[in-house]
Structures are given as C-alpha cells and as structure tokens.
C-alpha cells in the first residue's frame, strides 16, 4: 500500500491497524498531521492577527462570491468546513483559522507505529524540511517489521527533491 503526503499518513495509520496489510511505501510517512501543518504554516496564525480585519475577511468574501458561480464547488467548501467543525457564521475569520489548525492535532499515528509489522520503504525529500524527514526518521524507528528502510530523495543522487 502506498500514499503521497496526507496519504502517507493514511497508509501508517491503515497498517497500524490493519494485520492484511503486507507492505507500504509512504512518500513522507506524515506520523503527526499538526507538527507538519505549524512547520509549513509558520507562524501564518500569528501574522493574520496582526493583520486589519478588513484584509482577514477579504479573501474569505471573494472567494465565496466566485464559489457562489459554481454551486458544487461552494456545497464542497461547506461541508469542508462543517466536517472541520468551522461552519459557523459566529466564528470569526481568525478563529476559523486557528480552528482549523487545531482541527489536526488529533491527526497522529506516532503512537500507533510499533503495531506496523509490515515490509516498509519510507520515502521522503530533502525538500520536505527538517519537521517531514525527522517524522520519516521517527516513523521507521517506531515500526516492528523487520523489514523497513527509509530512502532520503535528493537532487544530485535522485534528480528530484520535491515533496511527493
């Protein structure tokens, strides 16, 4: 089994608790969904609320106007949002961001990759960052198969150091 990105999440989490599962390559092996969104993000949180508000609700409001041309996609990005628990007209534009964000820290298998019995091939870039290859280290570390092995993709051996 194989998945890029969030999928690399998802592939850990499914061998975690899944005995079927015979093999996985997750391409990262993303063990904590919140450190990996914070390490990209930055501090994003942090810098909208220095913003005016008028430049936080913006956005929001342009992009519901062009979604409102397109029924389908605005119905997606509501129930988006009401699955994330964020559709609510209460919510203020910052605290739908920080929701969101909080929204992930239960999005961790770190604890689970002892069950992982499985042949592993981990595979992360030298691109990903510092956050993504340490959780790539972690996850192998964490995994009880005897066979696993993590391969780092870099641009002069590989000729890629791309996430994914």
Known sequence: MTGYSFGGYVTCRVAAHESRIVALAPDGPIIDLFEATVAFQGNLLDTVK?????????????????????????????????????YSATLDPIDKLEAGIRFLEPFTVEDDLNSISAAAMALVSEGDGEVLI?????????????????????????????HC
């Not at 409001?61 to 994330?84: C, I």
């Not at 002069?156 to 150091?161: C, F, K, L, V």
């Open 134 to 162: 340490n959780q790539a280290q972690r996850s192998v570390k964490g995994m009880s198969s005897g066979t696993k092995k993590l391969h780092l993709f870099t641009m002069s051996e590989d000729g890629s150091d791309d």
């Open 50 to 86: 220095k913003l005016p508000r008028f430049a936080v609700t913006l956005p929001g409001r342009l992009m519901l106007k062009k979604m409102s041309r397109t029924p389908v996609l605005l119905a997606f990005k509501q129930y988006t949002d009401w699955t994330e628990g964020m």
